[in-house]
């Protein structure tokens, strides 16, 4: 089946530095790729989509100069949190698309910002 | 008022018992309904999936969707400690490419011994 990779699983990181985030499908060509936030006992909250070679589409209150995506190739799409602060502590899910595959999830990255 | 509404639980049933699911939803565009279990700490793993009206079966699990009254579920047969999870349901509107998927709140279970 159809298998997302995502690293790191688990970061720290001190206030005001950057951590990037990677998620790759490792069998496939993701068409397009997904980045959620997820914060305790709460579902999946979209954050922005990208497609391949194309600027990502950032949903209503993400803040784009924050979560840098970048979506390189079809099988390699990056999340970058900026200047990161004790807010952005979260746990991070990318899911990657493809006509065959439906939506694969990565296992996700838990961003703990002090 | 959500597009996608999930009973958040937490639903605790007996080893054995059958788990029953539900999400309601309001677009009526949505064309492709999926269920995911997620682990504490983990992302979502894909359950079942289905594109029309009525029941889908593999192994212990039943998917139900009903179109005409935008109601989907999903029955757990023989329930397992290991099936102790939070359970999305998650719809699109299928074709395009970039087509998101927007999920419900999600449902807490836990099965005991």
């Known amino acids: 089946g159809a298998v997302v990779s995502q690293h790191p699983s688990w970061v720290i990181c001190k206030s005001g530095t950057s951590v990037k985030i990677e998620c790759r499908s490792l069998?496939?060509?993701?068409?397009?790729m997904f980045w959620y936030r997820q914060f305790p006992k709460q579902s999946l909250m979209l954050m922005a989509t990208?497609?391949?070679?194309?600027?990502?589409?950032?949903e209503q209150g993400v803040e784009k100069d924050k979560f840098l995506i970048n979506h390189a190739s079809l099988t390699l799409s990056t999340l970058t949190v900026t200047s990161a602060h004790p807010e952005d502590s979260s746990f991070y899910i990318c899911?990657?698309?493809?006509?065959?595959?439906?939506?694969?999830f990565g296992s996700g990255t838990r961003l703990t910002v002090v | 008022q959500k597009e996608v509404e999930q009973d958040p639980g937490p639903l605790s049933v007996p080893e054995g018992a059958i788990v029953s699911l539900n999400c309601t939803y309001s677009?009526?565009?949505?064309?492709?309904f999926m269920w995911y279990r997620q682990y504490s700490r983990k992302g979502p793993e894909l359950l079942m999936y289905?594109?029309?009206?009525g029941n889908k079966e593999d192994g212990r699990f039943t998917a139900q969707v009903d179109k005409s009254s935008k109601y989907i579920s999903l029955f757990i047969r023989d329930s397992q400690p290991s099936d102790s999870a939070t359970y999305l349901c998650?719809?699109?509107?299928?074709?395009?490419?970039?087509?998101?998927?927007?999920f419900g709140g999600g449902t807490r279970v836990l099965v005991k011994p």
């Open positions: 289905t594109y029309s009206s």
């Open positions: 899911s990657a698309r493809s006509e065959g595959h439906g939506y694969t």
């Open positions: 990208s497609n391949e070679g194309s600027k990502a589409t950032y």
């Open positions: 998650a719809m699109s509107v299928i074709k395009a490419a970039g087509n998101k998927l927007t």
């Open positions: 069998d496939f060509q993701a068409t397009t």
């Open positions: 677009n009526s565009a949505f064309q492709y």
